[in-house]
């Protein structure tokens, strides 16, 4: 009788544990690979970067309304190290948001170190740029604007017009083609809405998204070759000049002597 009665916790036990696991089989019982992960566990380089820059810069680093990541040029004048610092802190100016926790996001450093690493491992491509002699990627140089509309005029008038206005299609024709753009460039509510550094990027990096080359193939035909720093500077300078110089507030008729790339005053 007494064996009886050891034996039948045991079995009591044994019951409980195939109810229990029969419960884990039940209708609404999350299964194992449906549990939710920590934020600050995700390290795949392509679910951080759907999750927290897809929507700016667009699907596969392209695409997107602001500058495409997915650009050897820009990745190669870039490096690490200021990718690393802009991705964790934001760019002063532009809608660019800090990611890193230490900076008011919501990424851990590892995080950060992932997206940084999976962008250039994704879409860089060293090996085209080896000989290349690379521009800063920022520069505190002021820029010569009156030089910087001689270098607009030869390096860019063929895509956005020898005043920055745009290439409007003629009459009967369909949308510009070729690479040129009918957008101006020199909208103050355009420059309103990004930085001198964000210019220089455009510049240096181009839009591959776009078609639209990098620096060191906007000068074609005799006397060829790729854009200095310092025209690179004086073009920053002639756009930013367009600047309104209170974004927001209406324009003043003292904006009508804005210098134009003709010499003309800009009404």
Not at 29 to 40: F, G, I, S, T
Not at 119 to 131: H, I, Q, T, V, Y
Request: with cysteine; charged share 15%; aromatic share 6%.
């Amino acid at each position: 009788m007494k064996s009886c009665f050891k034996v039948f916790p045991v079995l009591a036990l044994g019951a409980a544990a195939l109810v229990c696991l029969g419960c884990k089989s039940m209708p609404g019982y999350p299964k194992q690979e449906a549990e939710v992960v920590r934020p600050e566990e995700v390290l795949d380089f392509t679910t951080l970067y759907q999750q927290n820059c897809s929507g700016c810069h667009g699907d596969h680093g392209r695409n997107g309304a602001a500058l495409p990541l997915n650009n050897p040029a820009y990745l190669a004048v870039i490096g690490a190290g200021n990718l690393r610092t802009i991705t964790a802190k934001g760019m002063h100016g532009t809608l660019m948001p800090p990611f890193a926790r230490s900076a008011g996001g919501t990424l851990t450093d590892q995080q950060i170190e992932v997206l940084v690493q999976g962008m250039l491992r994704e879409w860089s491509k060293p090996a085209e740029f080896a000989g290349a002699v690379l521009p800063p990627y920022a520069s505190n140089a002021a820029g010569n604007a009156a030089e910087g509309q001689k270098a607009f005029v030869a390096a860019c008038s063929r895509c956005h017009g020898a005043d920055g206005t745009g290439v409007k299609p003629t009459a009967g024709t369909s949308p510009v083609q070729n690479g040129a753009s009918p957008d101006s460039v020199v909208d103050p509510t355009y420059l309103a809405l990004v930085s001198n550094q964000s210019l220089r990027s455009l510049i240096i990096g181009g839009r591959p998204d776009e078609n639209v080359p990098d620096w060191r193939s906007y000068i074609t035909g005799p006397g060829a070759h790729a854009l200095t720093p310092q025209e690179i500077d004086d073009i920053v300078a002639w756009l930013a000049a367009h600047r309104a110089p209170a974004p927001g507030e209406p324009m003043s008729n003292t904006s009508s002597n804005t210098p134009s790339a003709t010499g003309k005053e800009i009404k």
